[in-house]
């Protein structure tokens, strides 16, 4: 089994920043693609940023130059910073990989979700 446990959500001024963690953790012999979504009420999950295990990166228009995404493959973790922060960037932000067990092929597995609010 693998899991996936993001943290450093919270509560921030428009313009601020935070930074979100992802860990990966259990039976995992390759991560491939890692990546965040984002769900705000009432809305369909998007895409906000992925990247692959040679660091190739790709942003969602509304999150380009404000985003980073980053992973450090020798902790299974991925990174998102986000900077300059508006109240539409309010969601529950997923993270989500791409993860080989040491016993089957590649899966997506999903984290639980970590709440970001951004006040006007």
């Known amino acids: 089994q693998v899991q996936l446990v993001e943290s450093g959500g919270g509560l921030v001024q428009a313009g601020g920043s935070l930074r979100l963690s992802c860990a990966a953790s259990?039976?995992?012999?390759?991560?491939?693609?890692m990546g965040w979504y984002r769900q705000a009420p009432g809305k369909q999950r998007e895409l906000v940023a992925t990247?692959?295990?040679?660091?190739?990166?790709n942003y969602a228009d509304s999150v380009t130059g404000r985003f980073t995404i980053s992973r450090d493959n020798a902790k299974n973790t991925v990174f998102l910073q986000m900077n300059s922060l508006k109240p539409e960037d309010t969601a529950v932000y997923y993270c989500?990989?791409?993860?080989?067990?040491?016993?089957?092929?590649?899966?997506?597995?999903w984290g639980q979700g970590t709440q970001v609010t951004v006040s006007s």
């Open positions: 989500k990989a791409d993860v080989a067990s040491f016993s089957g092929p590649y899966e997506n597995y």
């Open positions: 259990g039976s995992i012999f390759s991560i491939n693609t």
């Open positions: 990247i692959t295990g040679s660091g190739r990166t």
